[in-house]
């Protein structure tokens, strides 16, 4: 197997690494969302059983999941940004090896 092969096949495997933590993300911050639009539900429910002491723990957890959400939507954007530059690495090593020329690390 030559070395531009190889040099694909790992930008390749970079690529799928990153796509697979990156889908990762999206489901959690799905599940997020999901878990925010319950526990806002919960909220609405307290306010009527006026359960002072629940209703504040409840909203204190809601804005600590819309802060969980604000992180995982930072981290999927600087996936994002990794990914498009791992996509252009497999393109050029894909390209180096059909063609034969040499690469820089």
Known sequence: MSTYYSEYQLALESEQKIRAVREGVIHSIKQIRQYQVDYKKD??????????EKLVRTQTFVKQLIQMEVDQIRQKQ??????IA????TAMRLQQSILGLPYER
């Open 78 to 83: 600087d996936l994002n940004s990794r990914l």
């Open 86 to 89: 791992a996509k252009a690495t």
């Open 43 to 52: 909220i609405e429910l307290l306010y009527d059983l006026a359960d002072k």
